[in-house]
C-alpha cells in the first residue's frame, strides 16, 4: 500500500521507539506515529514522508491499548516537557529498561549485559526542582483556543510547542513542579502582562521580559525566583521581587539575570540581587549544596540520590582507593563518595563549576576532594598516580575519542559510567570494550513521563 504525505490511514502500533513515538508497520513500511502507545489502533495523518519511513500524527483512536491511561495534564499532546503522560508509568519503566539494552545490543554489539528493572522515580508529578518559562510576544494557540477574541495573543509566558523555538505555549500550570511554583508563575504572568513593557520577540529580539526561571528546594521546601530580562530595569522588575516575597513565606531568593544575547538560553550576562538571598540550600542524603540562579544541580532531587546510591554501590570502594571523576561537574558525585575513598580528583572544563565544587567541599567539611579545571584529554596526563576506581559521566554527546584513548591508557581496575544517552552510553562503552567488560548496567528513571533515562554501567578490567 502506497504511503503519501497528507494521507489519513489506520494502523495498529506494534512497538515504541526511542524518542517516544509509536511504530506501525504498512507492507513492511515504518511509520513513525505521535502520541501513540503499542496495541493502539488508531487513524493517522501522515505529515512526513521519507524514502524508508514515515511521521504521523494521530487524528482519532479507534481502539486503545491497555497500557494506555488518560494524561492529566490539559496540555498533554502539544506541550514539549513530557510526552509520555497517556503511558502506565509501570509501563515506561519498561520501556526505558528496554530502550537501554537496544541500544547496548544494536549500537555497541554488547549482548546477554545484566539489565536490572529501572529504578523508579520516588514521585511521578512534582519533582523537577527546576523550571524555565519562556515569554513571547505573540501566543501560540490550543486548538479550542482559535478565533476566541477574548485571549490575549500578544503575550505569552510558558513553555515551548515541540520542535519549534518560537513557538510559546501559554500555560497556567506544570504538574511536573510543585504546586506552589504554579502559584509563582501565574502572579509573575500578571505581573509582567500589566507592566506595560514587552514580552521578548524571539524572532524580532525586541522586548523586555525574556524567561521566568523558578527552583525548588526539596529539602527545605524553599524557592528561588530568577527574572531574566533582555536589558536592567530595576524599578520595573523590583516590584514583583518584593511582592513574592512578601506573599510567598517559601521564596527566599528573587534575582535578575540580565542578557541582550540572542540565543534562547536563560543565563544572563550579569546577574542583580532583588530581593532575600542569592542562592538556595538543598541536601541530598547528608550532604548540603548551595544552588544559585545559574549553577548546575540534578534536576530531580529525590532521583539524584538513587542515582548517587547506584554509583556508590558500583564503585564498591573500601576507603583506600584513589578515584578519578571525569566531567565532575560542581562536584557532587566526588563529594558523595568522599566518605568512602583515600582521595578523589575531580576533572572539569568549566572553572565555574570547579568553584562551585570547591565551595560545595569546603560547606561539607570535605577536605580529600581536589579539582582540576582544563580540558579533560590534556589535564588527565597531569596525574601524579593512577586511579584505581574511575567515575565517568558525560554530557549527551559522551565521550571524546581522544577521552577514551586516555582512559583506556590509564587502565583503572574500575570504571563506573553514569549516562542520559544510551546511545552515546553504547558506543562509548564499545569503545572501552577492548579493555573492560560490562558487568551490569542500571538504568534509573530521572524524568518520569518523558523517554529520558539515565543509566549507570559497571565495568571491570579484563
Not at 42 to 59: G, H, L, P, T
Not at 263 to 291: Q, W
Not at 349 to 354: L, N, T
Amino acid at each position: 500500500m502506497p504511503i503519501k504525505k497528507g494521507q489519513d490511514i489506520e494502523l495498529a502500533i506494534t512497538d515504541l521507539a526511542f524518542g517516544g513515538r509509536g511504530i506501525a508497520k504498512v507492507d513492511g513500511f515504518t511509520v513513525f506515529v505521535d502520541q501513540a502507545v503499542p496495541e493502539d489502533r488508531v487513524m493517522a495523518r501522515i505529515y512526513k514522508r521519507k524514502k524508508s519511513y514515515a511521521e504521523a500524527r494521530v487524528v482519532s483512536l479507534i481502539s486503545p491499548s491497555p497500557y494506555r491511561i488518560d494524561p492529566p495534564c490539559p496540555y498533554n499532546g502539544w506541550c514539549g516537557g513530557c510526552k509520555w503522560q497517556f503511558l502506565d508509568y509501570e509501563k515506561q519503566l519498561e520501556y526505558k529498561r528496554r530502550h537501554v539494552s537496544e541500544s547496548l545490543a544494536h549500537i555497541g554489539g554488547l549482548k546477554d549485559v545484566p539489565i536490572p528493572a529501572t529504578r523508579a522515580s520516588d514521585r511521578v508529578f512534582h519533582y523537577r526542582n527546576k523550571m524555565e518559562f519562556s515569554c513571547a510576544d505573540r501566543r501560540w494557540l490550543l486548538p479550542e483556543e482559535m478565533g476566541d477574541p477574548a485571549i490575549d495573543v500578544s503575550f505569552a509566558l510558558g513553555l515551548h510547542v515541540p520542535g519549534t523555538y518560537h513557538k510559546v505555549l501559554d500555560i497556567d500550570r506544570c504538574l511536573l513542579q510543585p504546586e506552589t511554583g504554579n502559584l509563582i508563575l501565574n502572579d509573575a504572568k500578571r505581573y509582567m502582562k500589566n507592566s506595560g513593557l514587552p514580552a521578548y520577540g524571539l524572532k524580532t529580539h525586541e522586548g523586555f521580559w525574556r524567561f521566568l526561571m523558578l527552583r525548588h528546594s526539596v529539602a527545605y521546601d524553599q524557592w528561588l525566583v530568577n527574572i531574566v530580562t533582555a536589558s536592567e530595569a530595576l524599578p520595573s522588575v523590583q516590584p514583583l521581587a518584593e511582592a513574592l516575597i512578601e506573599k510567598y513565606p517559601g521564596v527566599v531568593s528573587v534575582v535578575n539575570n540580565i542578557t541582550a544575547r540572542k540565543s534562547g538560553v536563560a543565563t544572563g550576562e550579569y546577574e542583580v540581587p532583588l530581593a532575600g538571598e542569592v542562592c538556595l540550600k538543598e541536601r541530598i542524603g547528608p550532604f548540603e549544596f548551595e544552588v544559585s540562579a545559574n549553577s548546575f544541580f540534578q534536576t530531580n532531587t529525590r532521583g539524584a540520590e538513587i542515582l548517587y546510591q547506584t554509583v556508590k554501590r558500583y564503585a564498591d570502594l573500601s576507603g583506600v582507593e584513589t578515584v578519578l571523576d571525569l566531567y565532575s561537574g560542581t562536584g557532587t558525585i566526588p563529594i558523595w563518595l568522599s566518605d568512602a575513598a583515600k582521595s578523589i580528583i575531580g576533572i572539569e572544563i568549566v572553572s565555574g563549576a570547579v568553584l562551585d565544587a570547591e565551595k560545595n567541599c569546603r560547606y561539607n567539611g570535605v577536605t580529600n576532594c581536589t579539582f582540576l579545571t582544563g580540558d579533560i584529554s590534556q589535564r588527565i596526563s597531569d596525574l601524579k598516580k593512577s586511579p584505581e576506581v574511575m567515575i565517568i559521566d558525560p554530557p549527551r554527546p559522551g565521550m571524546h575519542k581522544d577521552v577514551v584513548k586516555k582512559v583506556l591508557e590509564i587502565r583503572p581496575a574500575r570504571i563506573v559510567y553514569v549516562s542520559c544517552n544510551p546511545a552515546t552510553l553504547a558506543r562509548d562503552l564499545e569503545m572501552l570494550s577492548e579493555n573492560y567488560g560490562v558487568v551490569e548496567v542500571q538504568p534509573v528513571d530521572m524524568f518520569p513521563h518523558t523517554f529520558h533515562i539515565e543509566a549507570v554501567a559497571k565495568l571491570e578490567k579484563r
